[in-house]
Every structure is written in C-alpha cells, then in structure tokens.
C-alpha cells in the first residue's frame, strides 16, 4: 500500500495553482500537525494488518516544507509507528526552494526522507515572478546543491512550459539548465489554465498572450528529445527519469495499486472504493484533535463511492495507458476474468488504425504510439 499526506499551506499561493492550499500562521499550522497525526493514528489502529504495509510515503501540498523539517520528521515518526514501514520504503517530501535551508535537508535526511521533488518551474527568474513564485533560480541552486550534500541521491525537479510569453528558446534554456545538475528525475507539464486560478482570470480571454498551439507542441516535443538524448526514459506523459529512478508512488497510482490518503481534501483509493477527505480546514482540526478517538464515517468524505466492474476496467486501461509501458493483457485477464479484447476490442482496433495504440500480444502490452501520447485525452475517453 502506499501512503499520502497532504500539508495544505504555502507561503503564498502562485497564480497558476488550483491545488487545494492556503496561507496559515504558526499556530494553526501546529493544530494541523496534530490532527494530522491524530488522523493517521486512527487508520493505525482499524485497519488490518496486511494492509498497513507500506511500500511508499509522499508528503504533498501546499508546500510540506513550510511546517518546518522538524515537523515533517515528527509526521513521519508517527506513521513508523502505526505502520510497517517497509525496507527501501520511497519516502518522498515535496518542496519549494525558499522555504527550507541546508540545516532542514539535512533534519529531513537523518530522518528517513529519501527522495526530494523540487518545485523549480523555470530557470528564468521574470517567468518565475510571473507565475507568482516566492524563489528566485538562484535559491533553487543553492537548496539542490545543498540537498545533494545532504545525501540526497534521488531528486526530482519540476518544469512549466508554454508560460505567457514564453519563447521555444526561453524553455529550452530552462531544460538544459536543469539537465547539467543532473537530477534524477524531471517532470515537465505543459500550462494549464485552471478555472478560478488568477491566470486563468488574466488569459482566459486573451490567448494571444500565451505561446500559440504549434509553439507549445514544439516544446512538448523538445522535451522528448534533449531529455531522451541526455539519458532519461520517459515512463509516463509528463514524466521522465534515469533507469532506476521512476517515481514509485507515482507509478503506483497509475497501477492502481491501493493507497491512503491523510490530511485535509486527500483522496484515498482501497478496496474497490475511492473515497475523498473534506476540504474544511475548521472542521478538518476539529474532528481529529480530540485524543478520544474518531470513527471515519461516509459522511465525513466529500466524495465515498465504490467503483463498478466497469469503473475498475476502464481505469486500468486509461490510467495504465498514462505509461510509456501500457497495460498488460493477462494482467486484465487476472484482474477481471475477462479477456481485453472481449471488452475493448472495438476500441483498440479502431485506435490501432488510427496510429495512437499499438498491440504486442506477444509482449504482453497495449500501448500508445508517440502520436497516440500527444493526443492522450482522447484516446482516454474511448474507455469512459
């Protein structure tokens, strides 16, 4: 099973991120923490043992860092003590680069964290103050060369493309700049205007200040090639890793391999059923800080369904399709009894034609073509 915790508080919030995070000072970020634990506590003692197992831990948000390394180590306590944390265990923490030192990388080392995905965006520090960003490119350096001295061996870092104004050269030098540090992961994602976000407010109605459709899929294609030329694997849509280093809890979600997710609006997926944590701040301390113990009930999710066979099927082929690997045929099979191409083969037949899927029977894979990864939402919506 894998673990998730959402840290809901940022410094301040950029203005491209629909992200369920907030401002918050001390003490309400302290009344988190505790409620957080109490949270993870309870799921300590109800669940069963089998599914306490722990493959992955991921500290989302917000910005994890902001409640201090000090308390992200207390969090992670917490969870080795209501869980089995497996050897080898993926403990990832996200951050932003000016909101931890080299003093709290190495707190988060010594504690047990092992991986790092940092939120740089762009190298360019006037994109960077566009999208609201409380770092400079100079801040990201100095924390990912102190992270490596820290002893952190696998680090992710996060890119933006088609940012308003953006050049294809602009980006590129962003990528390159990236790529001589040599992280060990990179995710780049294309802009997306979320609705009620400022950008989307500021550009909605002018698209003619955002890179235009061919100058935004001439940097999605940049990225596939300097990345695979500078020996990373794409293994999923937007992400791309050396051998070895492929997000595990990430690749989880796309395996549809069960997980927990704790803290304010998290969703959890166990059991056939997804179910989502309200997004109430108020509420959210209020019902965990109590020491008397909590009993979880549908009524506190925002979202509690469980999934038909139909639901489950098209999620393994649109979630598994997200891999640069596909979905396996007789992993279908054992799953659901049924064979692939008795449910879906219309579908897969007609996007072979088209050049988006491929079949390898032999090889035990469905997978997308390159064509078919570039135009991914719509070969997703033949299996809703």
């Known amino acids: 099973m894998e673990l998730y915790i959402h840290i809901p508080f940022c410094v301040r919030k950029c203005k491209y991120c629909d992200f369920l995070s907030m ?13 957080l634990m109490g949270e993870i506590a309870y799921y300590g003692r109800h669940m069963e043992k089998k599914d306490r197992i722990l493959e992955t831990v991921y500290f989302g948000g917000g910005t994890p860092t902001v409640i201090g390394a ?33 003093e709290g990388l190495k707190e988060l080392h010594k504690g047990g964290v092992n991986r790092l995905s940092i939120g740089l965006q762009s190298a360019h520090n006037e994109e960077l103050r566009l999208l609201g960003r409380i770092h400079s490119y100079e801040d990201f350096l100095e924390v990912f060369g102190k992270a490596r001295e820290a002893g952190f061996d696998n680090i992710n870092v996060d890119l933006i493309s088609a940012l308003p104004g953006q050049s294809v050269g602009d980006y590129q030098d962003s990528l390159q700049k990236v790529m001589r540090l040599k992280p ?14 400022p950008f989307y407010n500021t550009y909605v109605n002018h698209p003619e200040l955002l890179p235009d459709e061919e100058t935004d899929r001439e940097m999605y294609h940049l990225t596939k090639k300097v990345l695979k030329e500078a020996g990373y694997e794409r293994y999923e849509i937007s992400n791309y890793a050396k051998p070895g280093f492929e997000s595990k809890h990430n690749s989880g979600y796309w395996k549809r391999v069960p997980y927990l997710g704790t803290g304010l609006g998290a969703s959890s997926f166990m059991e056939g059923k997804r179910f989502k944590n309200g997004t109430n701040l108020k509420e959210y301390l209020q019902n965990w800080e109590k020491e008397d113990g909590n009993i979880v009930h549908e009524d506190r999710f925002d979202e509690f369904y ?23 045929i007789k992993g279908f099979f054992k799953c659901f009894g049924k064979g692939l191409f ?24 469905v997978y997308l073509t390159d064509f078919g990864m570039d135009v991914s939402n719509y070969v997703f919506e033949r299996f809703l």
Do not use: W
């Open 70 to 102: 000090r308390n992200l180590i207390h969090i992670l306590d917490c969870i080795k003590k209501c869980f089995q944390v497996k050897d080898g265990c993926e403990i990832t923490v996200e951050l932003n680069p000016a909101t931890i030192d080299g």
């Open 184 to 197: 060990e992961h990179i995710s780049a994602y294309s802009l997306i205007l979320e609705e009620g976000t």
């Open 306 to 328: 469980a999934l038909s066979r139909q639901d489950e099927m098209a999620e393994y082929m649109y979630l598994g399709l997200r891999m640069s690997r596909g979905v396996s």
């Open 342 to 365: 008795d449910i879906y083969g219309r579908e897969l037949i007609k996007l072979e034609k088209e050049g988006l899927l491929l079949v390898d029977e032999e090889g035990d894979r």
């Open 23 to 35: 401002t918050a000072d001390e003490e309400t970020r302290e009344r988190y923490v505790k409620a």
